[in-house]
Nanobody, 123 residues
Framework: QVQLVESGGGLVQAGGSLRLSCAVS????????MGWFRQGPGKEREYVAA???????TNYADSVKGRFTISKDAKNTVYLQMNSLKPEDRAVYYC?????????????????WGQGTQVTVSS
């Protein structure tokens, strides 16, 4: 497992932007898949986006496609750039890591999770 620490959450008005960061430490592999999930109040945790460790392949939930971008830098920090935020994007956002691809690559067994960062969008 790797260690994940999220940051960057906060309060933003609808239509605004935030960038979440996830610092990854520990032993990583080229087969790692990184993901972002979120859990809104009274809701189950849901998938947001995923990225291969190389950073070359991404996948997004339909609800965020075209508004959110997942990326990674050379210092092993994974980002989630969130634009055109809506009140329904309000949630605790979690970074996750899986050591290998799933049968559907972006649906692996994520075995490392961060502590979460709160995003609140006011209308």
């Amino acid at each position: 497992q790797v260690q994940l620490v999220e940051s960057g959450g906060g309060l933003v008005q609808a239509g605004g932007s935030l960038r979440l960061s996830c610092a990854v430490s520990g032993r990583t592999f080229s087969s790692h898949v990184m993901g972002w999930f979120r859990q809104g109040p009274g809701k189950e945790r849901e998938y947001v986006a995923a990225l291969t460790w190389s950073g070359t392949i991404t996948n997004y939930a339909d609800s965020v496609k075209g508004r959110f971008t997942i990326s990674k830098d050379a210092k092993n920090t994974v980002y989630l750039q969130m634009n055109s935020l809506k009140p329904e994007d309000r949630a605790v956002y979690y970074c996750a890591a899986a050591p290998s691809y799933g049968r559907i690559w972006y649906k692996p067994d994520f075995d490392s999770w961060g502590q979460g960062t709160q995003v609140t969008v006011s209308s």
